[in-house]
């Protein structure tokens, strides 16, 4: 630890005016600030996460859906009804 720099720096803050200690403690608080910051922005981005799984997930369902459909209707396109009923008279 620099012990000369730490009583240099007391001695200056000892002759700043009370406006200017009042400047230097906002200054120094700011950095404090930076954590809080830090932390919230952490946070927003682990919330923006999960929305953005959740939303992969459920864009993956439609998707599963939307397939499920275009199948189906594919089978009834394809489907023979007319050799379907004619199976069916011979019954």
Not at 22 to 27: A, D, M, V
Not at 57 to 85: G, K
């Amino acid at each position: 630890m620099n012990s000369q720099l730490i009583k240099t720096l007391a001695q200056i803050i000892q002759s700043l005016s009370q406006e200017e200690r009042n400047l230097l403690e906002t200054e120094l608080n700011n950095k404090k600030d930076w954590h809080t910051i830090k932390s919230r922005i952490i946070n927003r981005s682990q919330i923006i996460k999960q929305q953005l799984a959740q939303q992969n997930q459920e864009l993956f369902i439609d998707d599963i859906f939307e397939q499920m459909r275009e199948e189906r209707s594919e089978d009834l396109m394809n489907f023979d009804f007319a050799n379907s009923i004619k199976g069916g008279e011979n019954e």
